[in-house]
């Protein structure tokens, strides 16, 4: 109930586009993550990004180097983060509402199209310093697993860390690797797995 | 002297006996090879045999176990059975080929049943629950006898008994009456999910719940001298190390600290536990004294270190990805410089170690199987051949491996032994099963 | 004065050597002497044992020899120089002091004894160059026994090996004789052999010869009935030619005076007729005998000729028996010896199956190999050791396949009824 009223008071908020204040000016980082975020190097995030209806789908991108740098300024107020609330937690429509990271067998480096969706939960938590966030890393059924329980920390690891880029605070976020213990499905081939090696954000109270 | 001369020219002239043979693949290991052919090189009278035996074959010593009458289903004959055959070094013998032998107490000529067994087990139950083995040799006819005092557990009589036919014949320890712990999970992808610890009797049966959560619980792990079982749990909602008592139920913290708290391993002399903590960034091997709680750092390394396994109480074999694939490492167990012990496949993870082998999971072309390798060889055997074979460990002996298989769309425990050659599936109760370990020799 | 007192200082000087060297050096020269004593008896005692190394005992009897006498001719010069250094001694001592005189005397008799001593030596040094001497001579005489006894030895030894040659001559004779004998035994016991083994065709024989022999001595007998009525015949013929020749005697008597000298002729002629006829009938007598002779020789040949015949036959007979048994024999012998062999491969059959069963390699060890060589006794022990012959794995494959034979102790013991040897229970293995 509290959940929708916040909703309610925030809708008109929605329809704008804010404009995350960012960072980047270093080319070269741009090179780092094309292949993965896991690398600790670097204190600079994206200049901007874009969260709204549009979702991910409304990035556009002026880097040769890749579509998946949220970089370019859509609003032209960098300081604008007043599409960034609560509310948008639970709004279906809301970039926000998506939490889970997928990633590629053995790798818990970050694939491209989950920048703008990381950036979008880390801005959030930039924004409400008292918000905390659980970051839980899973694999999928294949190798042993301690060594996924190692794998999948080190996927929310490579998540906080791109988090803690976008001016997430270190002790907003907790990172726990479960290895493929909770499995989303219990299938046995390559959709079941894709399914399970993933990260999942989680609000403690949203 | 002159006898001796005779001799000598006589060893010279020798006849050869020439064996089919196949190359060692895991097909092979389970088809019988003796076809057998005999060539005659030399006329001569006197003639030494020259034989072969390859390394592949199935067949096991014959042993004959006559019906030990008792109030166990299948009797204890039953389970004397399913053990020797489980260990891969005996082949049992039909009862009907023997039908009407002498019973316990009578007298047997053994001698008479030298083509169909080696030897011949008849016992009885003493009437309290104990029993009276006979263990009869038909080579030589020599006897061995065995009283087996009862117990709280009526099938461990028998695997007592079967541990001593075991030693007996094959002059090493028997590890029938031993224990496995594992991990069961209900309705694994609901909300109403249950982890649960088990501890069963080594063959499967007597299964007896320590733990439930409906958090996952992992990587169960027994103190050297069987009474306690350390494991990793997420009860609160981070993953933390306990010991708990297999008999009382009490339970210690060992390590919560930030980040991962897996994959314990208890030194031998139980002084030292090992496991992987990533406080410093990414998951390493520690130890940590059981009774100071002093911790030691042992690899470093910017790769992942898990999944510790004592070689004795000097050194570790670990799982790393610090060659860019996971692989198995030998360490001192004081730290230092980390030496590659796997080369060939993509996956070498999960090591256990017993009796100087190593039992692991080796991955190749998306399948994951047990392998064996021994300590001093660099070569390995493929015990299995599942899909996704999962979690090995030895029996303390070391001639058995427990691990976990897809059977039916779920993970189930089969036993197979250090050799190939037998494989048996364990019952276990409902859900999905994971992650056995192998007790120690239980000293109770 | 200074003269005097210079003079009395130096013997008193003199003196006190002459004391000093008294109390010093004697001992060691009475020191010096004994060892040759004990060297003595010690040479003769290592004389006696070793007669023959004479030669090399004199050098050490030269050795010793000039020791004493050296000593000997110092001692005496000592003993002259002490003489007169005494005799001033005891002027310069009668002069300085009379206390010295009882040192003096003690060691005039100590001196006295030196001198006993000495010519103790002396006739203790004669006597040993007697002894020597004598030894010597022993030496000699022993050399020359010696010498002797190797000529009596040589001499011993040549008749020995003559009387050897004659033992061996006789020992030939012997052999010969015994040889001949054995020769003949053999030859003996090979005619007993034959003749046991023509038994049967003797029997046969032996009838036959009988019925010849019955027959000969019949024909003998007819012969001997013959010549008896032949003889009567003969003689009843002389007694009618004597009666006809008295009747005609009586008749001629008569008729006498006719005719003499017809009769004288006619008796000259009868007479000769009658010899002619004597000498006719000795001379048919003797061709007959001669024909009877012969008959039975030729009978005797002819019964040895058939002997010999049937001698043959049987011996043909025999030996083709014998052929046939020892063709049996080999046959059997193979037969035997492939059963053998057959028994031996099912029994390897059973060992390796039995091994087979308990060798446990070490995982990873896929073309690693070992040969292994046993001995099993009868009762199934490996009795020679397991000899690991070759192995080219590790420590633990090696010991894997050791390990496997001992637990297959005991083996399936070998086929009792074959008797085999060591070398038929000895098994190489090759395990790969």
């Excluded at chain 1, 059924?141 to 920390?153: M, Q």
């Excluded at chain 3, 010295?100 to 001198?115: C, D, F, G, P, S």
């Excluded at chain 3, 292994?372 to 420590?395: E, F, M, N, Q, R």
Aim: aromatic content about 6%; charged content about 30%; proline content about 4%.
């Amino acid at each position: 109930m509290k959940n929708i009223k916040i909703r309610l008071m925030l809708l008109p908020l929605l329809l704008s586009t804010l404009a995350l204040g960012a960072c980047s000016q270093n080319a070269k980082q741009d090179d780092k993550n094309a292949g993965t975020v896991t690398s600790s190097q670097g204190g600079d995030g994206t200049k901007s990004g874009t969260i709204g209806a549009g979702g991910a789908s409304g990035v556009n991108s002026n880097s040769t180097r890749g579509d998946y740098l949220p970089n370019q300024n859509v609003n032209n107020d960098p300081n604008n983060t007043n599409d960034l609330t609560l509310s948008g937690l639970n709004d279906p429509s809301n970039l926000l509402s998506k939490r889970v990271i997928y990633f590629d067998y053995n790798k818990a480096g970050i694939r491209p199209e989950y920048m703008i969706l990381i950036n979008t939960h880390a801005k959030l938590a930039a924004k409400y310093p008292q918000l905390k966030m659980r970051l839980e890393g899973h694999a999928d059924e294949r190798g042993s697993r301690e060594y996924n329980v190692a794998l999948s920390e080190q996927r929310s690891q490579s998540v906080k860390r791109l988090m803690g880029i976008q001016g997430a605070r270190s002790g907003q976020i907790k990172t726990i690797g479960y290895g493929e213990e909770v499995p989303i499905v219990t299938g046995h081939d390559k959709d079941s797995w894709q399914q399970n090696r993933r990260v999942e954000i989680k609000y403690d109270n949203y | 002297m002159r006898n001796g001369n005779k001799m000598d020219k006589v060893s010279n002239s020798k006849t050869q006996i020439i064996e089919k043979r196949g190359g060692w693949s895991i097909k092979k290991a389970f088809l019988p090879l003796f076809s057998v052919i005999f060539i005659l090189l030399s006329s001569s009278t006197y003639a030494e045999l020259e034989l072969h035996i390859s390394k592949t074959s199935d067949d096991g010593i014959p042993i004959y176990i006559a019906n030990i009458s008792a109030g166990i289903p299948g009797g204890h004959n039953g389970i004397i059975e399913a053990d020797l055959k489980r260990s891969g070094r005996f082949t049992i013998v039909n009862r009907s080929k023997i039908p009407n032998i002498a019973s316990y107490g009578e007298t047997l000529n053994a001698g008479a049943y030298q083509d169909i067994a080696d030897y011949i087990v008849r016992g009885k139950d003493n009437g309290n629950g104990g029993l009276f083995i006979e263990l009869v040799s038909t080579t030589d006819n020599a006897k061995t006898n065995y009283t087996i005092t009862a117990n709280e557990n009526p099938r461990r009589p028998a695997h007592k008994a079967a541990d001593l036919i075991y030693e007996k014949i094959t002059r090493r320890k028997g590890a029938f009456d031993t224990r496995l712990a594992y991990v069961t999970v209900t309705n694994s992808t609901s909300k109403n999910r249950t982890f649960r610890l088990y501890i069963s009797d080594s063959d499967g049966n007597n299964p007896q719940s320590i733990l439930s959560s409906r958090r996952p619980i992992m990587s169960p792990a027994w103190s050297p001298d069987g009474s306690e079982l350390a494991y990793v749990s997420f009860e609160k909602n981070t993953s933390a190390i306990y010991v708990q008592n297999i008999f009382t139920g009490a339970k210690r913290l060992i390590s919560a600290r930030e980040g991962i708290n897996g994959a314990p391993a208890w030194s031998p002399d139980g002084s030292r536990i090992a496991m992987s903590l990533s406080i410093n960034g990414n998951p390493e091997i520690y130890t940590i004294n059981t009774k100071s709680g002093a911790l030691k750092r042992i690899t470093n390394s910017s790769a992942i270190d898990t999944e510790p396994a004592w070689n004795g109480t000097g050194s570790i074999i670990f799982t790393s990805n610090r060659g860019g694939s996971p692989q198995l490492y030998r360490i001192s167990a004081n730290g230092g410089d980390a030496q590659r012990i796997t080369f060939d496949g993509k996956y070498n993870s999960a090591a256990d170690i017993a009796n100087n082998k190593i039992a692991f999971i080796s991955g190749n072309r998306g399948a994951f199987h047990v392998a064996i390798k021994s300590m001093s060889e660099s070569g390995k055997n493929m015990l299995s051949n599942g899909r996704l074979d999962e979690s090995p460990t030895l029996a303390p002996n070391g001639a058995m491996v427990a691990y976990t298989t897809l059977r039916n769309g779920q993970n189930t425990l089969a036993v197979v032994s250090d050799n190939g050659k037998s494989r048996q599936f364990l019952t276990s109760p409902a859900g999905d099963v994971r992650e056995p370990a192998w007790s120690p020799y239980l000293h109770k | 004065m200074a003269m005097i007192g210079a003079i009395l200082f130096h013997v008193l000087i003199v003196g006190l050597f002459v004391l000093s060297f008294d109390w010093t050096e004697k001992p060691e020269m009475a020191e010096a002497g004994i060892p040759v004593s004990i060297i003595l008896p010690n040479a003769e005692a290592l004389e006696l044992p070793t007669k023959i190394g004479n030669t090399e005992k004199e050098p050490e009897k030269q050795i010793v020899e000039p020791e004493p006498s050296e000593e000997s001719i110092k001692a005496a010069e000592a003993i002259e120089k002490k003489q007169e250094q005494q005799q001033l001694a005891t002027i310069a001592r009668q002069e300085a002091a009379l206390k010295i005189k009882e040192a003096t005397e003690k060691r005039l008799l100590e001196q006295a004894r030196a001198k006993k001593k000495l010519a103790d030596q002396k006739l203790a040094d004669q006597k040993l160059a007697e002894q020597k001497k004598t030894e010597q001579e022993k030496a000699k005489r022993e050399k020359e026994k010696q010498a002797e006894k190797a000529e009596q030895e040589r001499k011993a030894e040549e008749q020995k090996i003559v009387e050897k040659a004659k033992q061996k001559e006789e020992a030939l004779a012997k052999e010969k004789t015994e040889k001949e004998a054995k020769r003949k035994a053999e030859e003996k016991a090979k005619k007993i052999a034959e003749a046991k083994r023509e038994a049967q065709a003797k029997k046969d024989a032996q009838a036959k010869r009988d019925e010849q022999a019955i027959k000969d001595a019949q024909a003998k007998k007819n012969a001997k009935k013959k010549e008896e009525r032949k003889k009567r015949e003969k003689a009843k013929r002389l007694a009618k030619e004597k009666e006809a020749k008295e009747k005609k005697q009586a008749e001629e008597r008569a008729a006498k005076i006719k005719a003499e000298k017809e009769e004288a002729e006619r008796l000259a002629k009868k007479r000769a007729a009658e010899k002619a006829a004597a000498i006719k009938a000795a001379k048919l007598k003797a061709e007959k005998e001669a024909a009877e002779k012969l008959a039975a020789k030729k009978a005797e040949y002819h019964r040895k000729w058939k002997e010999a015949q049937e001698k043959k036959k049987a011996d043909a007979i025999a030996a083709e028996a014998r052929k046939k048994a020892a063709a049996e024999a080999a046959s059997n012998k193979e037969a035997l010896v492939k059963a053998k062999r057959g028994a031996q491969i099912s029994w390897g059959s059973k060992i390796q199956r039995h091994v087979k069963r308990r060798w446990h390699p070490p995982p990873g060890t896929s073309g690693k190999s070992a040969k292994v060589k046993i001995t099993v006794s009868a009762s199934g022990y490996i009795s020679s050791g397991i000899k690991v012959l070759s192995c080219s794995g590790s420590d633990e494959f090696c010991a894997s396949v050791k390990d496997a034979f001992e637990q297959a102790e005991p083996l399936p013991r070998p086929p009792s009824k074959f008797n085999f040897n060591k070398s038929d229970r000895t098994i190489t293995f090759i395990m790969d």
